[in-house]
């Protein structure tokens, strides 16, 4: 069989159906028009694989994008062009990135030969979303286009989820490429998944049979790693109530007994004076924001404090804690509860 030769934006389209991508939020400008080209066959017809939503503002597709992550557990994504249209998304990806939300954010780009010459719409934006980003990175050849796709797809949905931003030049898109479809499942440098620690494991479980008064924090975590029945045993088992953060209030049961309700600056007077109450806190998938702890310095100095969350960087970052269980809390409540 011979080579099929495709154009970068075509590679691009190819990519994203192959991530299972069905909806792309977009506004279109110069440097990203040989994308939307491509879009437009893969639209309509016996060809469709894509509905494109028109927006009136990039901000409004990185919204978009975030609202239908949330809703659909799916990676949002949106399209745009260079300049103003990319630096127009980062408030949105900014969002996504403190929310835990996985979105790729493809933006066109000058060509590689105007790179650094203050071209017309031209913008380093790899420089300015890398701080509120997963991953960023420039296509600068259309050969590279099926391997970033898929590599910033695994990094937004992977471990603790959060946006990716890829920067296309817009040669790259024109120009062409042997297609070579890429799949990405294993990056060196990144353990999205870290594996647990059995010794912190134990030290957790015996530090809460021994509690007189133990209370739980359920954070976003929860519903991110889907261990809503994972929280329930583990709550049930111990008889231990449990107040919820903001993104946290749907792993819970409104109606369950041991639910306290939203805790927090906007959360209940019971809820909150029971983390000054307890002897033994357990905070699970949350990550001890100002809007929950007040004043970080006199929040639960009675307590002991064990901390779950996937992401190593939030253990101590905020609140100084006693045992920390770095791990996916879908493995960890279970082990513990055991």
Not at 57 to 84: D, M, Y
Not at 185 to 214: C, F, G, T, W
């Amino acid at each position: 069989m011979g080579k099929e030769v495709i154009t970068g934006a075509e590679a691009l389209m190819r990519s994203l159906k192959n991530e299972g991508v069905k909806t792309i939020f977009g506004y279109p400008g110069g440097n990203i028009m040989p994308v939307f080209d491509a879009l437009y066959t893969y639209t309509r017809g016996e060809k469709k694989v894509f509905d494109h939503i028109l927006v009136r503002h990039e901000q409004a597709a990185a919204h978009a994008a975030e609202g239908f992550s949330r809703v659909s557990n799916k990676v949002g994504v949106c399209l745009v062009t260079s300049g103003p249209g990319a630096t127009n998304t980062l408030t949105g990806v900014a969002d996504a990135m403190m929310d835990s939300i996985p979105m790729v954010v493809i933006a066109g780009q000058v060509n590689v030969s105007a790179l650094g010459s203050d071209a017309f719409q031209e913008v380093d934006l790899v420089g300015a979303s890398q701080p509120i980003t997963k991953w960023a990175y420039q296509i600068r050849r259309p050969e590279d286009v099926s391997w970033a796709v898929s590599r910033a797809f695994y990094i937004a949905r992977s471990g603790r989820p959060g946006p990716v931003v890829l920067d296309f030049s817009k040669n790259a898109q024109v120009s062409m490429c042997e297609w070579k479809p890429a799949e990405v499942d294993h990056i060196r440098s990144y353990v999205p998944y870290p594996q647990l620690n059995m010794d912190r494991i134990k030290e957790a479980a015996e530090l809460i049979n021994k509690a007189k008064k133990p209370f739980a924090l359920v954070g976003h975590g929860v519903e991110l790693g889907m261990a809503h029945d994972e929280l329930l045993r583990f709550l049930e088992k111990a008889d231990i109530p449990a107040g919820r953060t903001l993104l946290g209030l749907s792993a819970l049961p409104t109606d369950h007994p041991l639910d306290m309700g939203m805790l927090g600056m906007h959360g209940s007077y019971a809820t909150n004076m029971k983390t000054q109450e307890c002897d033994v806190l357990i905070a699970i998938g949350m990550r001890f924001s100002d809007r929950v702890t007040g004043i970080p310095s006199s929040y639960a100095k009675q307590a002991k404090i064990i901390h779950l969350d996937i992401d190593r960087t939030e253990i101590n970052k905020n609140i100084t804690v006693d045992v920390p269980v770095i791990g996916d809390c879908k493995m960890s409540l279970p082990l513990i509860t055991e």
